[in-house]
């Protein structure tokens, strides 16, 4: 395993005990009806944000025309009889 993957692997596992502390903790302090709406809005706001980016994309050429490729000559070897 790489170092990379291996950081990656533990950040992501703090990640989620910090998720899931912050759910467990922030459920105690604000209720259960507070805790659904934050994450619907926490949710949503991911949605939107994954909708609106856009890939990036090379500009295309303006109104140039391709240049044609010449035409090649090609040589066909026959059968010998």
Avoid: D, H, W
């Amino acid at each position: 395993m790489s170092r990379t993957t291996f950081r990656n692997t533990v950040l992501g596992i703090g990640a989620t005990a910090a998720a899931l502390a912050l759910g467990y903790f922030g459920v105690q302090q604000l209720g259960r009806n507070n805790m659904f709406t934050i994450a619907a809005v926490v949710g949503g706001a991911g949605a939107i944000s994954y909708v609106l980016q856009k890939p990036s994309q090379p500009e295309a050429p303006s109104n140039q025309p391709e240049p044609q490729p010449t035409p090649m000559k090609t040589q066909r070897k026959g059968k010998k009889s």
